[in-house]
């Protein structure tokens, strides 16, 4: 499901100049819940005006301009207002003391004028160049979004013809390796298939990497004409075995796979991983309670909390006009904000900021189709075979409401070839895990569960036979 972004936006610095120089690079690395994020202040002076640009190597943004600095008694601040960022920091020698703040959310944060590099994260599963089978950056054409696509074909052999599966990214911007949380899901997944004979097509989601297109304005089923155009690419391939094309959707995916095979007799088989079985706005209401049961939430906060995004998440599923509903929302959060003293706002962040960006969330294009949309219609039109796996502690997309609603849906429509698995003691990323909390994420070196990868092999083989 969707993961923190750290948002990076145009800014313009104007520092009052002082005794104490602040001119040069300022290097340093936020760590978010296991990413790692290099950034860079670079301070110039011209006369007795400093200005600033801010680099994110790792995004690959350089140059960026910034919003407000104030540089006074060694006391340094750097606001991104379109972000609601904050830098606060203190001069002291050759560094600089502070914290990174945005949404209310705080990270401590040191800049040195020496060069920092990312702390080792240590995945034991990631695989190292040079491979043992043939690997080829690609791109193909969505024709339906006039936008290219970039992503890696890998092939047992660079000769031969292989069956192939495409991978399918969960919700919010990913590359092709699904990277989160210090894990390259996806890169493990198409490796270990490679090497067990079966051709993997993985990709950079629309806007992100070396992909073109807007993101932040698409939906689920915007991303299914993705998904189509990656077939229709794989068969120009000699190499591809036409009738053997699968799709592996994780979590937004794997409701975005049952979508694109519904209506497409070239999909042979696909497989949901973490794959959405009830309504949207049902699995969040539900996401968010075991999550803050899970994180220690108080009984009495958590039902007030699912209370209210219920009335909420209702009035985004009834809406026809999204402006009214915009509206709506803004006077129903104001209104629950005047009668709840207990609502915090981020510090940093008026009333108002803090519902306008309330609503863009809830109303965004992708949040309303994804809070509408039920699976089960579109799963009882899918006739290939379906795999259908979740793990225990899968606290995202909890594997009793959703494999049980998949299997019956999928039955339903005639579906004989439908096999469901729970995975014991393994979270939303099927990582062997203590709870399933998403704060586990990045404190476990395991990317994905060798368990988990032979069955989900071993299945598509007998698919392919």
Request: with cysteine.
């Amino acid at each position: 499901m969707r993961t923190i972004t750290i948002l990076l936006l145009t800014l313009f610095l104007s520092i009052t100049a002082t005794a104490q120089d602040i001119t040069g690079k300022w290097n340093g690395v936020l760590k978010v819940q296991g990413t790692q994020l290099r950034l860079v202040f670079n301070v110039t002076k011209s006369g007795e005006v400093l200005n600033s640009t801010m680099d994110s190597p790792d995004q690959g943004a350089n140059g960026i301009p910034v919003t407000k600095t104030t540089f006074e008694n060694s006391k340094i601040k750097f606001e991104v207002a379109n972000a609601r960022i904050e830098y606060d920091g203190e001069l002291k020698g050759n560094e600089i003391i502070g914290t990174f703040k945005q949404g209310g959310q705080e990270f401590p944060m040191n800049l040195s004028r020496k060069a920092i590099e990312k702390e080792f994260v240590k995945r034991p599963q990631e695989p190292v160049k040079p491979f043992s089978y043939y690997s080829e950056d690609v791109t193909f054409q969505n024709l339906k979004a006039n936008i290219t696509l970039a992503g890696t074909l890998t092939l047992p052999k660079k000769e031969g013809v292989f069956p192939v599966v495409i991978l399918i990214s969960g919700s919010g911007p990913q590359n092709r390796d699904e990277e989160l949380l210090g894990h390259k899901p996806f890169l493990v997944i198409s490796d270990y298939l490679t090497k067990n004979g079966i051709a993997v097509l993985r990709y950079d989601d629309r806007g992100v990497g070396e992909s073109k297109g807007d993101f932040k304005t698409a939906t689920s089923a915007d991303f299914g004409t993705d998904v189509e155009s990656a077939i229709t690419y794989l068969k120009t391939r000699k190499e591809i075995n036409k009738k053997e094309i699968g799709l592996v959707g994780h979590s937004e995916g794997g409701l975005i796979a049952p979508l694109v095979a519904s209506k497409s007799k070239d999909v042979s088989f696909i497989v949901l991983l973490a794959g959405t079985g009830i309504q949207g706005d049902k699995l969040l209401l539900l996401q968010q309670e075991l999550i803050a049961k899970a994180n220690g939430a108080s009984e009495t906060d958590i039902k007030k909390s699912i209370q209210t995004n219920a009335k909420l998440f209702e009035m985004v599923v009834q809406s026809h006009d999204n402006q009214k509903l915009k509206t709506d929302l803004k006077s129903k959060l104001n209104e629950i904000i005047e009668n709840d003293s207990t609502t915090k706002i981020p510090n940093g962040m008026t009333k108002d900021q803090y519902i306008s960006l309330q609503v863009d969330q809830i109303a965004s294009p992708w949040m309303q189709y994804f809070m509408k949309y039920n699976p089960e219609p579109t799963l009882k039109k899918v006739k290939c075979p379906v795999l259908a796996v979740n793990g225990e502690k899968d606290l995202q997309v909890p594997p009793k409401e959703n494999l049980t609603a998949i299997k019956n849906a999928l039955e339903k429509g005639g579906n004989k070839n439908v096999t469901t698995i729970e995975f014991a003691n393994m979270n939303h990323l099927f990582q062997q895990c203590a709870t399933g909390s998403p704060n586990e994420y990045a404190t476990i070196e395991q990317t994905f569960s060798p368990t988990a990868l032979k069955e989900i092999t071993n299945w598509i083989k007998e698919q392919i036979k």
